[in-house]
């Protein structure tokens, strides 16, 4: 188990479950850090005295720098501030901020030589290539904590070959609006798609799992972190949420891995890694599911699946593009600006005019997440 821990965007529904398992083990905290939300971060620093935080908010920064002057925890402020405590030398960073924003504190905690536990898929969705060549370069195996990636890694453990993988299965759980038509999605309202059935998370993740862009998302972070090509990643919905995901062998042996909907688990086996330790989570007794259902995904009303599918086989800046026009899209849609069926349409857009380039560099994958923000826009008349 890891001694000590940095954690970025620790404000966050992960990074809050995160500082829950760090304390049920006494693991130290190196550094913290948050957009805003100084309040909960402020907390946070008094619980568990890092060495340092940041405030990607220059004036949030500001302001905490004076609320916790008493406790000598060195403050710094702007992405740049982010970056530099993902550098602080510690065991592992485990980066669950939310979006493309995220990009910087993965390559910064590879680039430092950190271990580094990844929830941010955004990273590995925009930025697949640099990140997987940064962590191979300086030796380092990227743990997944997305729950189905976790669940695969746990069902690869033994594997020692990945030809003797035929295919991940990754599950879904097809969300809120899982059963409804193309047509029904056209009124669906912001409260509905923030209610997610099994999952209590953060509103960007939430509105991406009513769309489906969230699985979308995951199969590309499935290829990077597992180096699987993307026509052998399943998706299956499975309504329940207690199979977390999936490998198939070429014996056609199913290994999966179950557990109860919370994400304490997979953040913690990153964390132990290849160990295992008691854990806050309560245990799953299967008797209490009359039956476990899976089904195919409705490709039709949820497109999203497979314009993610689409931009990884087209490789280059395809999905830094479409993630950028899901992330303008997703939060356009959460401030009313359009409607639900609107995202599907600015990830489709997206795909059709993404530039077509593929020796890429990190300012290329920002500059492209840029640009596809604003035809985002211009598409809606914004
Ligand atoms: P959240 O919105 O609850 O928290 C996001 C965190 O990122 C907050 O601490 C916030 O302050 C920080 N942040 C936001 N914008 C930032 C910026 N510009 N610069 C620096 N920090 C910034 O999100 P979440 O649900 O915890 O999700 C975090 C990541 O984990 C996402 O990539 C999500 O896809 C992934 N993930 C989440 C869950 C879950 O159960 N919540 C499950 C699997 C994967
Ligand atoms: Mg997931």
């Given amino acids: 188990m890891v001694k000590e821990l940095t954690i970025l965007g620790s404000t966050g529904s992960i990074g809050r479950q995160a500082l829950d398992v760090a304390d049920m083990h006494g693991i ?18 008094r619980q568990f005295s890092p060495e340092a935080v940041a405030v990607a908010d220059e004036k949030k920064a500001k302001e905490l720098k004076i609320k916790i002057a008493d406790t000598g925890v060195k403050v710094l402020s702007g992405s740049g501030g982010v970056t530099e405590c993902a550098s602080m030398k510690t ?22 030589g950190n271990g580094l536990a990844l ?29 189905e990636h976790s669940a695969v890694f746990q069902s690869l453990a033994g594997c020692k070959d990945k030809k003797q993988i035929k295919k ?12 409804k038509t193309k047509k029904e999605l056209e009124n669906v309202t912001l409260e509905q798609a923030l209610s997610h059935p099994n ?19 995951e199969i590309i972070e499935a290829a990077w972190l597992f180096g699987i090509k993307s026509d052998k990643i399943d998706v299956v919905v499975h309504r329940q949420s207690v199979l977390h995901s999936a490998v198939q062998f070429v014996d056609n042996s199913v290994i999966g891995q179950l ?9 913690q086996y990153a964390l132990t890694y290849p160990d295992r330790a008691e854990s806050p989570v309560r245990e799953l007794d299967l008797t209490e599911y009359m039956t476990l259902t899976f089904e195919k995904p409705d490709y039709d009303a949820f497109p999203c699946i497979s314009y993610c599918k689409q931009a990884f086989e087209r490789g280059g800046l395809a999905p830094a593009f479409i993630n950028g026009a899901n992330e ?18 600015a990830v489709e857009n997206a795909l059709t ?30």
């Fill in 28 to 45: 130290r905290i190196t550094a913290l850090t948050s957009n805003s939300r100084i309040d909960i971060l402020e907390n946070q620093v």
């Fill in 91 to 112: 065991q592992c960073v485990l980066n669950s901020i939310v979006g493309i924003a995220g990009l910087g504190g993965t390559v910064a905690a590879l680039e430092a």
């Fill in 119 to 147: 929830a941010n898929k955004e990273s590995l969705v925009a930025g697949g290539s640099h990140v997987t060549r940064i962590a191979r370069e300086k030796g380092i195996s990227i743990l997944p904590v997305d729950s």
């Fill in 168 to 179: 991940l299965i990754l599950t879904a759980s097809g969300g809120p609006f899982f059963g």
């Fill in 199 to 217: 999952w209590a998370m953060g509103a960007k993740i939430t509105v991406d799992s009513a769309t489906m862009m969230n699985k979308g998302l």
């Fill in 259 to 267: 557990g109860v909907a919370d994400m304490r688990i997979p953040i």
């Fill in 328 to 345: 303008k899209a997703n939060e356009l849609f959460r401030s009313g600006k359009i409607k639900f069926t609107d995202i599907p349409k």
């Fill in 353 to 382: 005019v993404c530039p077509v380039k593929n020796d890429c560099s990190l300012s290329d994958v920002y500059e492209a997440d840029s640009l596809a923000r604003q035809t985002t826009e211009k598409l809606f008349g914004l």
